[in-house]
């Protein structure tokens, strides 16, 4: 009997063992973002110049237990690294996107929030033998992805704004996720108090400087390029004891840069050149050597050529 607890006890902690590995090696990615998964064996079967056949990549839930998995393939590349994806995935079709794999990476959105899966690249050597090499990756979809224009604000909570009544909020919480560091709280908010910022110091980042709330929002103005991989992380916890805390990370992506705007022949111009800022018309006259100077030069052309007519009958 006490061996049968002490044996029990073990494999309780086996499988939490094994679930915190699991829960550790997690790539989390954006929502309805494609990203690159490179297949981690082939760089080093490259670099050994060992020969191989053909590169499989496939897909199962992450969630299933190991045993009870049913692989789904999703492409395959030959030894010229000519790759092609397959066209009927299953039910996963509902779950990701996928493109033809080019030389053996492959490219892939998930479309569901929070969705866990697990992606698995196997090199063959030969049509006979087993993998040479097994990679697994593990992915989920647990962050929220925002974009927008340089210089506009950005309200961070666009992802769960109007979801839920706020008043089902006891408090809320939001941090910024730093890397290889804990998280470092930001901001406080609470339905009957506007939010509190985190008193800012000198060392702290410049967009920290530029935070602001609104109600129960917070808002990153004057976005810079810069600002994109920022991540933040908003905890809300329920005013019911028996609710369930919900977690939002959000990531700011894509900054595309402001318009540029200018004078060219005359007339107004925009551009979204990246690496010019944003130009604006010129009001000394001086300077401005554009429709001013062309108008003029018109004027002045056509009194010579009055001129020129009513001098025959001696008007002036």
């Known amino acids: 009997m006490i061996l049968e607890k002490i044996n029990f006890r073990e494999s309780v902690k086996r499988r939490y063992k094994e679930q915190r590995a699991r829960a550790e090696n997690i790539r989390r990615e954006c929502v309805n973002k494609e990203i690159a998964l490179d297949c981690p064996g082939l760089e080093s079967v490259n670099r050994n110049k060992t020969d191989y056949h053909e590169i499989i990549w ?70 006979n033998r087993g993998p040479l090499v097994v990679s697994i990756i593990n992915v989920k979809s647990s962050k929220n992805c925002l974009s927008t224009t340089a210089g506009e604000s950005l309200d961070l909570s666009q992802p769960f704004r109007g979801t839920f009544p706020k008043e089902t909020v006891e408090d809320m919480l939001w941090y910024r996720i730093l890397k290889d560091r804990p998280k470092e709280k ?28 609104d109600g129960m929002s917070i808002i990153l103005t004057d976005v810079k390029q810069a600002d994109s991989g920022l991540e933040f992380q908003c905890e809300m916890y329920p005013e019911t ?76």
């Open 58 to 127: 496939m897909v199962t839930d992450f969630k299933v237990k190991s045993q009870n998995r049913k692989w789904i393939p999703l492409g395959h590349c030959d030894e010229n690294l000519a790759c092609n994806r397959h066209r009927d995935i299953a039910s996963f079709d509902q779950r990701i996107q996928i493109r033809n794999p080019v030389r053996g990476t492959l490219f892939v959105k998930q479309l569901i929030l929070h969705d866990q899966l697990t992606y698995k690249c196997e090199i063959y050597r030969g049509t």
């Open 186 to 213: 930001v901001a406080y908010c609470n339905p009957s108090l506007p939010c509190i910022l985190e008193t800012c110091n000198s060392s702290c980042p410049e967009y920290l400087t530029r935070l602001k709330t």
């Open 241 to 316: 004891a028996n609710g369930n805390t919900r977690v939002y990370i959000i990531r700011i992506n894509d900054i595309v840069p402001r318009a540029a705007v200018g004078y060219v022949n005359g007339t107004i111009a925009t551009s979204t050149n990246k690496t010019r800022g944003t130009a604006t018309p010129t009001t000394n006259n001086r300077h401005n050597t554009g429709c001013y100077s062309t108008q003029n030069s018109w004027l002045l052309a056509l009194i010579v050529a009055i001129s020129l007519v009513i001098a025959p009958y001696g008007i002036s």
